[in-house]
């Protein structure tokens, strides 16, 4: 005859599941429900210091007026992605480092762009004195690097969520040119190449957030801002973005980020004056370690 389990052996009459089965499947049930309770810090708030490396595809708008000393004939605003042709679809590599200090925390940011164009023309600019008429042939570039670092302090700190504000300074360097064939002063056209650096250092007031939304899923985001005239520039700078992160193991995070940065610049020097209007938006992929 078969043997009934009962109580004393280890499991209630009517059970045909052994005790080890039992036990089993509550240790899994429990451990199912301290992962999800238990406090998991997300990746940057678990760790000190972080390096990330991204990948950003972004729409990129360029407007610039470039007028020389004592120029008679008016600059034209020019559109770098439609009237010269510029690629506006680049993949621009960007690296992103931090350090928490208590509740102090430091970031910097280095990206670049670098973009050349040629094209004929259909409309007549004029650009550092230099007027390239209708159908010539021009080539242009434009490059830009941008550095940001930013010093901010945590309001609110936890072990899900941080919360603060920031000082920064947002750095960036243009290097501008256009050449083909031109006039300058109604003089007969020639080849004339035209280029313009500048360096436009710009402070920056910003509110940043830190939030572990599940156990291996944080995420992250940030707004800059700020307007003001300093000596020869009067700028404008608005800095967004707003990603998640994917802790794929204990150090190591993959991520996707939307940043958006609108950047008015004008410029009033005696060698030259002007405006530059730069706006690059879009997505970004992100691998992230952190220690």
């Known amino acids: 005859m078969d043997k009934v389990i009962s109580a004393a052996d280890g499991g209630p009459r009517g059970s045909g599941r052994p005790r080890p ?3 089993g499947r509550t240790l899994l049930t429990l451990a199912c429900a301290l992962a999800w309770q238990a406090p998991v810090r997300a990746q940057t708030l678990d760790n000190d210091y972080w390096i990330s490396a991204m990948a950003f595809f972004p729409k990129v708008d360029t407007d610039v007026r470039v007028a020389a000393e004592n120029q008679q004939i008016p600059s034209t605003d020019i559109d770098f992605e439609n009237d010269l042709k510029l690629d506006n ?3 621009l590599p960007s690296i992103t480092a931090g350090a ?16 050349t164009g040629a094209t004929a023309l259909e409309r007549d600019i004029v650009f550092d004195n230099v007027t390239y008429p209708v159908n010539a042939e021009v080539e242009s570039g434009f490059d830009s690097d941008i550095y940001r670092l930013t010093v901010g302090y945590a309001f609110v700190q936890n072990d899900n969520l941080e919360l603060g504000a920031a000082l920064g300074a947002h750095v960036t360097r ?5 050449m083909g064939e031109g006039s300058v002063g109604g003089e007969s056209a020639s080849s ?32 800059d801002y700020l307007s003001l005239n300093i000596d020869d520039y009067d700028g404008r700078l608005v800095n967004v973005q707003a990603g998640l992160n994917y802790l794929a193991t204990k150090n190591i995070a993959v991520g996707v980020v939307y940043r958006y940065v609108d950047y008015r610049l004008g410029v009033d020097k005696d060698r030259w004056n002007g405006r530059v209007r730069y706006k690059l938006y879009g997505p970004a992929l992100v691998l992230q370690a952190s220690f």
């Open 89 to 91: 679809d680049e993949i």
């Open 21 to 23: 089965f039992r036990a």
């Open 100 to 115: 928490r200090f208590g509740k102090v925390i430091v970031g910097a940011d280095f990206y670049k762009l670098k973009r």
């Open 192 to 223: 004339e190449l035209r280029r313009r650096k500048v360096l436009a250092p710009l402070p920056t007031l910003g509110v940043f957030a830190t939030w572990k939304i599940a156990p291996k899923v944080e995420f992250n985001g940030r707004v």
């Open 174 to 178: 243009f290097d501008l040119s256009i």
